[in-house]
Structures are given as structure tokens and as C-alpha cells.
């Protein structure tokens, strides 16, 4: 196909920050053109369909983030969203344990922040949380969350895919961009040539790579690390609420923790494994040799600065390979469980975290860069998922107006 194909608005991902830009400016401007490709054969084929499921509070973020606002308000309104649509939702609730005074001081940082944050949150004692939740265990005191849910992500983006078709939306799959033509202008490997008033770059993992095309993601690269989850197979259920350790507030990851997912599976993790392709989720499949030279350039950077604690942050995620360390982390949260009976590995899911090449630092916060033509999302990390609508409407009102 020679000719070009014309829209109002070009979003490349559909993973669920682009389904959800569609659906904000949908209902906002019901009468224009909008184009959606994605390089998969459906939606949610990345992070959007292999996250936790975990609706997450808003607790873990300083007050002045757009994390903060966005989950704590994106929580409300993705419940509201699978209860409106008789889609699935566990109201598992959620509690965050100590193991000692140093984790405490922390524990009490999250409450304030989450207080802070307009969230729902309370401290409660060691007593109070054996009455609630009599198989976990702290130090002291733990944080306890009530509004934490989990959902189906799979689930709630094939429906939002189906809504978007129904109101008029445009998919291609197994579409993938090539390169920036300009003038708006791009091509792909299915449509020779696609124009769009206004291209929005939701591409997850390679979102970067296409900013570059652009122009933007000048002071920024994708950093792949590897989510690996176990999953409990025996049928009693010896926990029934998502447990988490005090997280290291100096990075983004949350470490190894128990999920009640939506089906109430109980699961463990997940690592935070450096990795050095972006689709590197087992062995050597997607390989790709540049990817490959230029990641492990930046992880040998980090390695030798030390940057945010790499070294550490890698051998110990590294540690994680091996099955009874990785377990053992999980059972010092609670009194008794099996530990033989986290022996199935779940689908493994690749975080596409954003790193600043000039300070080395890992973004925490949701990152965005634009022109009158383009937008670029470009760091779109947990809690993404839970954060979307409200984030996607502040994309639509603060870049694309």
C-alpha cells in the first residue's frame, strides 16, 4: 500500500496507557480519527498483561509526585471501572510488615506519606494484625491498606479493547513502526505510510528508541529488568492478604512479596533481574545483539559507579535465580507455610524502567515529553497499571491540548 492514511490521533501500544489515552480522548472528542497499532496480535501483550494485577493505594510516593495523585485516584476509579463492568476484583486488602527498629522508621515514612496522599491507611500493632491476619508476622507494627485489590490486567484490557472498537477506534496488529518520516509521518511495516495530526508514543519498552526518532529521550535509555513470580499449587489457603516487606525507598522496586490474585492464587515476587535485551523474559529467545551491547554498556556503567546501589541491587536480585533463597524470602512475612509448595513459575514479565544516562539514576515518577506534533511516554512504571486513567487524562490535558 502506497498511499497514506490520515488521522487525528496515532497511538503506538496498546498496552494499557495507550487503550486508556484512546478511551480518555474518545469521550472527549468522539468525532475524530483515532489509529492504534501494535506490534503484537493483541493488547496487553507486554508489562500491561504480565504486572502483578495489584490495584495499588498510593502510599509508597512523596506527595508532591504525579504517582502520588494518580494512584490514589486511578485505585477509585479502576475499581469503580470493574464493578461497573462485572469484571473481576479481589478486595484482598494489604499490609506491609517490619523486621526490625531501622524498617519501622520506614513503615512510619510510608504512613505519612500515605496520609499525605489523601489514602486510606492505618499502623497497627503486632495483636491487632494477628486478629486480622493471624499467619503473617512483624516487628512491632505493620501499615494496613484496605483499599489494595487485585484484577485480571488481561481481562480488563481486552474489554477496554472491545469498548474502543465499539466506539469507533481503529486497531492494527502485528503492526510494527519503522521510522519517522516527518510531516507526521510514519511508517510501519503493514501500512506503508500513516499521518496523524498528533502521534502518541506509548510503546512500553521501545518507547525511548522511537522519542529518538523524534527527537526526544535525549538524556534517557530503557533498562530491562526481569519479574519472575512462584506460584503456592496446594488448594488450602494459608494466607488471604497481599503481604510486603518494608521496600528500599531509594529505588522503585518493591521486593518479594505475597499476591492473592484475582482468582485468590497465591503467589511470590517479584525479582527485579537486570536483563540485557528488552524482550529478554527466558533464555535466549528475542535475542537482539545491539540491544545487547548497548544495555550491558549502561549496566557496566552502573556496575562501576555503583549508581543507586547497582552492584548490591544485582547480586542480590541474581540470588533470586535460585529457588530457595527466593522462597526463603517470602517466609520470614509469615508463621507457617509450605515452602515446598511454590513450585510453578508464572509468566515472567519485563519492567521497562527508564534510566537518566547523564546522572545515572533511575526514574521513579512518571516521565512525558512533547511537542505540538508528538508525545512520548516514556516512563510509564508501577503503578501504571492502577494509575492509568487518571494519568491518561492529565497526558490528554497537559500534552495533547
Known sequence: MNNTNSYDYLIIGAGIIGLAIAKTLVEKYPKKKIFIIEKENQVACHSSGRNSGVLHAGFYYTSNSLKAKFTRDGNIEMTQFCLENNLKINRCEKVVIANNEDELKTLEELYHRGIANGVDVELISEDE???????????????????????????????????????????????????????????????????AKKIINCAGLYADKIAKDFGFSQDYTIIPFKGLYLKYTKTDKPINTNIYPVPNLKNPFLGVHYTITVDGTIKIGPTAIPVFWREGYKGLKNFNLSEFFEISMYELKLFATNAFNFRTLAYEEMKKYYKSYFISLALKMTKKIDKNAFNEWSKPGIRAQLLNTKTLELLQDFVVESDNNSVHVLNAVSPAFTSSFPFARWVVENHLE
Do not use: C, M, W
Open 129 to 195: 494484625l494477628t486478629i486480622k491476619f493471624p499467619n503473617v508476622k512483624t516487628f512491632k507494627r505493620a501499615l494496613y491498606s484496605k483499599n489494595t485489590s487485585t484484577v485480571d490486567p488481561v481481562e480488563i484490557s481486552l474489554f477496554l479493547h472491545k469498548q474502543l472498537e465499539n466506539k469507533g477506534i481503529e486497531f492494527s496488529f502485528n503492526e510494527r513502526y519503522i521510522t519517522n518520516l516527518g510531516n507526521n509521518t510514519i511508517r510501519t511495516t503493514k501500512h506503508q505510510k500513516i499521518h
